[in-house]
């Protein structure tokens, strides 16, 4: 019965669509159906088809009138008189009144259903499939996971899934986004600490809101309950924090609040999480130490990436040529590279050499890392080795909770290599990220290349997560970079170009830079 | 037909782009995947859904890759659709001009919890 009434209502779409997908419309309708049991899923599925339908049907009227004139303007520019037989397309007018009275039901029913809604709990309102507006908690749910549709949409687009080994991932300089932070701390798919939904595709929406039910329960504290998470987290952070002064001082401070009762007034979950947040960056100034509440359970261990996807990101790299943007020659025989991430050379390797190699013969060299995100300290050291003569020590990374020191050098010198002695350029702007910001800082004070744009964001450090309990787990920068010559690094404040320009005019300048030198010689 | 503009990119075509970075899909698994992408917040209707996919066919940002069964749903046949080169492209760009916003959200410190 629902389906006829439902391939009723698809004869409101012009006949081109009807034609053209109007059986796979209702195969779609029926498929939902069919997962979709129940009185408030078939409710939600009427809405959304209503909805949709008083959306998509003037949408596919308004594109269809255009057509009949273009089509008669394009016949005419052939010379030729002639008639044309054009399909009336205009809906009649009694379709038209339908489709009016329809679409004011479905609003007027969809905001009655909504301020219905509104008188329940959440548990119902997640079970009708409406997570947002509810109570702190999920509003901070939909914020999160908004970044994390963001950050994994980007992530996967980009083919940025960096499966690291336990070793390359100790080396990731910081990221800043929270592919990178997933990934490194070992998650797949830029779902920071979100366990991947397991269920069946057919079972999603009930066991989403069963999650979210379940969450509900959770979200309010008692003093026993935040006294734990309090424990934990100054627990965290004396053994993980880079700074063991910084650390000593946040924990302190966090644990003055709680004796002081400043805590008191936070029963709910979330906000107590933002108030701990608040409490350790105004102790620490470090806006990398993060306290975090999830309504989604956290798996106990996270889980490592799957073999496919080490493929899919191997294939991703494959098809984006490593990141590797443009690679050739400028007038003046300027070598130029335009690389946008340091993908893992595990991975790259094999493209990284055959892009230097091609580049050999150059009287100078521009890296241009305006648009690079960050990745792998491995390639940096292997991109800097064709810079030197000599292995060269580029980087210290220092882990506290470890309290290992791992040094980065350049490796030793390829053979055949002419560019260690010509002038290098280094192109940067306020979007490059981490590695980039490396393999820049790390030339800049080694005096080995000329540093063009513009400041870059700082950031070389970032929070690895830390598991508190089934919803809590704090954000901790356990690792810092140190250069040998600087004895610091570039958080916060960032890489300095030598010659600030806008990032827009960056590659002229350092052509002109290039060219000049080169003619003095 | 004439063009529909993509630019501003809609975010129902993002997100079929996205859906299909992984795997060919038939309409229906394409909605599958971004209500799981969106956690639930983007149910494309068939309208919706099918005049996107109409519109990215025409711009070659999808192509159809032949009809077949999906063994899960029965036995009806089923058309399917494939990321193009050209489809992979915008979806990263588009994704990138997204961070880029991000980037200057978070430069302002409007979002809670700094971490992402």
Known sequence: MSEKIYAWLLRLYPSHFREAYGDEALQLFRDRARDEKGFFPSLRLWLDLLSDLAISVLREYRYVQPELIGASAQQRLDGMPSFYVLRNESPRPGALLFGGVLSLAALVTLSIFLSHAGNYTGQETAASGQPQGHSGVLQQQGLQSKHQDAAGAMHRAMGEDVKLDAATRQRVIAGNYAGQEATASGQPQGHSGVPQQQAPQSKHQDAASATRRAAGKDTKLDAAARQRVIAKAVEYLKQYYIDAEVAQQTADALLTHEKNGDDNAATDSAAFAELLTRQMNDASHDKQLIMVYQTVKLPEEPPGPAPEEIAQFRRELKRNNCTFEKVGVLPHNIGYLKLNSFPPPRVCQAKAAAAMASLNGADAIIFDLRDNHGGAADMVALLATYLFDHPTHLNDFYDRGENSTEQLWTRPPVPGNKLADKPAYVLISATSFSAAEGFSYDLKMLQRATIVGETTSGRSHRGVPHRIDDHFMILVPGMKVINPISKTNWEGAGVEPDVKVKATDALETAEKLAQGKLQKK | ?116
Request: no cysteine.
């Open chain 2, 1 to 116: 037909m004439p063009k529909r503009k993509l630019d501003p990119l809609p975010s129902a075509a993002f997100q079929i782009l996205l859906s299909l970075v992984d795997e060919d899909l038939h309409g229906y698994g394409i909605m599958r995947h971004v209500a799981d992408q969106t956690d639930g917040r983007m149910r494309l209707g068939p309208g919706t859904l099918y005049s996107s996919i109409q519109t990215l066919l025409e711009e070659k940002f999808i192509e159809e890759v032949g009809q077949r069964e999906d063994t899960k749903l029965g036995h009806e046949r089923r058309r399917y659709y494939r990321l193009t080169p050209t489809g992979r492209k915008l979806a990263r760009s588009e994704a990138q001009r997204l961070a880029d916003l991000l980037r200057v959200a978070r430069a302002k410190k409007i979002l809670r919890g700094d971490y992402v």
